[in-house]
């Protein structure tokens, strides 16, 4: 990337797009992201190891169990929406490379929306579930399974907040190397919700409804 640009070139024009050298800026700044990725991984890899452990029924302590907390009817709609949402920002995406500023905006917005209907769905089922009196601090399973939800759902707030703050930076800088790398890095970080989503989907809502 030229130094005469310092960067600001509207991605269109950018060399980046019609250079490998951009292209390599890129990829390492993105490289690092990566590594955090990988540090979260492992975090969650954790909290599910301690799920596994936690989730037997003596765990319970005599109070709700999984059969009583976990309602994959509610959590398939939470899976839609999040999915939904990861769609959205795939078509932000697609503009992104077309270079279209509105578009990006327009999928990032959808995405962001899309995304505080999952959380609002989170919220009313955990609200629902401290209504009956399952909380995290009444058994040794509970505090697994909130650690977990709560943790997921941390994740997902502040992926929002990452949209709103990339669609300031759009609107006002324009898609210049910044911003893209940090919609690259986005991009990655909404994706890897989905991909723990599925395995909490699976393990802390499908499994714990059959066990």
Known sequence: MSTATSGMLDAR??????????????????LGFWLYMLSDAMMFTALFAAYTVLGHE????????????????????ETVWLFSSVLAYGFAMIALKKGHRGGVMLGITAALLIALG???VDIHEILHLFRMGATPQRSGYLSAFFTL???????????????LVMLIQVAFTGLTEKVVYRLLNLRLFWHFQAVMWVFMFTFLYLRGAIV
Do not use: Q
Request: hydrophobic letters at 45%.
């Open 149 to 163: 939800v709560f943790y997921h759902g941390l994740h997902v707030v502040a992926g929002i907040a990452w949209m």
């Open 58 to 77: 003596v765990n319970a302590a005599g109070g709700p169990w999984a059969t009583t907390v976990a309602h994959p009817g509610v959590a398939f709609k």
């Open 13 to 30: 024009k950018s060399p980046m797009w019609s250079s490998g050298h951009g292209h390599d800026a890129i990829s390492t700044r993105t």
């Open 118 to 120: 999952f959380l609002s």
